[in-house]
């Protein structure tokens, strides 16, 4: 188990407010992603980070930002919430194989 | 375009029967293919994996087949338990992708029923 948390677990947001979701990880692995879960589109890559202040998108980048400023945690922001963005987020970090860790998730509503 | 598909979203079994869960592929350059498993209110947790250099991978009651030709692969479960229901996500990644990224397929909701 890598040993990672996802806070919060669940958020209930207003349209246009910005968001930070957090991911910690306590296993020092270098690469970590975000991905939201949709139905219909399974796990869908937002973005993913390979180290320190390294980042880059995924295939649904549009409107989030992310930040890695320490090995342990991955920020994903929210910029300006729409409601295209409620979804159930997962953090996920990957150690020396190709398999993924993934924390609990987030429930994000925007309303 | 989705490169994993899943094509059914859910499979209902009996229990003690085999189930069997589909996933097909379009990027030829997939070379490693994993399924997760996903309870409710959980993060998916790794269930079985195999390379391409492979076309069947076994563990206990769990058994991935891959037919490269085809670009498909199955996981069956056998004998299937009640405590198997669960979303199934099948996921694939290219050797050489250097952050061995995962694309995941939709998911296929498994219901085992007692």
């Known amino acids: 188990d890598a040993g990672i948390t996802q806070s919060p677990r669940h958020k209930v947001t207003e349209t246009g407010t910005p968001v930070t979701l957090r991911c910690h990880q306590t296993e020092n692995h270098r690469y970590m992603y975000w991905y939201r879960q949709d139905p219909g589109h399974g796990l869908r890559l937002i973005h993913y980070s390979y180290g320190v202040k390294d980042t880059d998108k995924g295939e649904v980048s549009d409107g989030y930002s992310v930040s890695r400023s320490k090995t342990e945690d991955f920020l994903l922001t929210l910029e300006s919430a729409t409601s295209s963005q409620t979804s159930v987020y997962f953090c996920a970090t990957r150690a020396g194989n190709y398999g993924y860790t993934f924390g609990s998730g987030t429930r994000l509503t925007v309303v | ?114």
């Open chain 2, 1 to 114: 375009d989705q490169q994993v598909k899943q094509n059914s979203p859910s499979l209902s079994v009996q229990e003690g029967r085999i189930s069997i869960l589909n996933c097909d592929y379009t990027n030829s350059m997939f070379d490693y293919f994993l399924w997760y498993k996903k309870y409710p209110a959980e993060g998916p947790t790794f269930l079985i994996s195999i390379s391409s250099i492979k076309d069947k991978n076994e563990d206990g009651r769990f058994t991935v087949f891959l037919n490269k030709s085809a670009k498909h692969l199955s996981l069956h479960i056998v004998p299937s338990q009640p405590g198997d229901s669960a979303v199934y996500f099948c996921a694939a990644s290219p050797y050489n992708n250097a952050g061995n990224m995962l694309t995941f397929g939709g998911g296929t909701r498994l219901m085992v029923k007692p």
